[in-house]
């Protein structure tokens, strides 16, 4: 009797791709569509049935609400970028792939991305396309479940791969950064939930030189849309949410030597004692030589090798052992 597995399949050219790879590698393939506003949920279907997959769908969008849309604005507004993927990967996405497993008496689930999973562990995978980032806050038992063809993969060899496979999606475009923001423009889709704070002031030098529409249009390192505002090029240094000012610099303070994070994510047995790693701040290929520590608190104390450029309150934090994944948390 073939293993079973339920895959988390949006319909796109990863999650096709994943479908046809796993059933080549003997899995009963449960295809399982987390309708969360995107409406593509009648594509997905087609896809599976075209593929003789059963098919399966959940609406997601009162979870995805209340546990990355809400959380994502109120972070926003606080000055702070937060990273809406990392969150709903743990909260809504695996969550809810492994409530499905459980009421069919599934063990795994599978997901498109590209990254890897072996013996329960977490693993980077090609640095073209790594998203291991993305599930550094996923539980040590989600982890375990996890089956990741993908993580030997790029993107291009896995368009490659839907056009062999005759796969309708081998010419469909990649879908969107944030599902809940379908162009693309949050500030946008903040202003539209009607709690946006309005004009304020640019602060450069302790001096107003300008007025912005609001501290959520505005992250930490920031410099496209500034234009001259303060008579020459610069960055953003600080954003005061409880005035409603935007500071800018000429890139003094974006550089930090060491960061804390509110309460880690392990996904191995914490170490008792400082530890060497590599830490990554943001959704990127670079990867930051540090030293870590446990604090009592459960929070992480990061010191880098090299001053890092503009890690952001809100974002994740993710840490890296070689290639495994071992933890994460959001940078405070």
Request: hydrophobic content about 40%; some cysteine; proline content about 5%.
């Amino acid at each position: 009797m073939r293993p079973r597995v339920v895959l988390g399949f949006s319909g796109g050219v990863d999650s096709a791709v994943t479908a046809k790879l796993l059933t080549m590698q003997g899995w009963n393939v449960h295809c399982v569509y987390l309708e969360t506003g995107s409406d593509e949920g009648e594509y997905a279907r087609e896809s599976a049935e075209r593929m003789g997959l059963p098919f399966k769908l959940i609406d997601a969008r009162a979870a995805l609400e209340r546990e990355v849309c809400e959380p994502f604005e109120a972070a926003y507004l606080a000055g702070a970028t937060p990273s809406p993927c990392v969150l709903c990967n743990r909260r809504v996405k695996l969550k809810l792939l492994c409530g499905a497993a459980d009421a069919l008496g599934i063990e795994r689930i599978a997901t498109g991305h590209y990254a890897a999973a072996r013996a329960g562990a977490l693993f980077r995978g090609r640095p073209e396309n790594d998203q291991s980032y993305m599930l550094c806050l996923v539980s040590r038992d989600q982890a375990r479940r996890l089956v990741l063809p993908l993580g030997g993969y790029v993107k291009r060899e896995v368009r490659a791969l839907a056009a062999d496979f005759g796969l309708m999606q081998a010419e469909k475009p990649d879908s969107m950064e944030i599902c809940f923001i379908k162009d693309g423009d949050f500030a946008a889709w903040i202003e539209a939930r009607g709690h946006a704070p309005g004009d304020g002031a640019l602060i450069y030098k302790g001096e107003r030189v300008g007025t912005h529409g609001g501290v959520h249009r505005y992250t930490l390192g920031q410099r496209r849309g500034l234009g001259f505002a303060a008579g020459r090029r610069v960055f953003v240094s600080e954003i005061r949410p409880e005035t409603n000012e935007v500071v800018l610099s000429d890139g003094d303070g974006l550089y930090l030597e060491r960061i804390r994070t509110g309460e880690a994510n392990w996904l191995i047995e914490p170490p008792r004692w400082d530890f060497r790693c590599l830490v990554r701040v943001r959704h990127s290929r670079e990867l930051n030589p540090a030293t870590a520590r446990a604090r009592s608190d459960g929070g992480l104390d990061i010191v880098f090798d090299k001053p890092v450029r503009a890690p952001c309150p809100g974002q994740a934090a993710a840490l890296y052992a070689g290639d495994m994944l071992i933890a994460g948390g959001i940078i405070d």
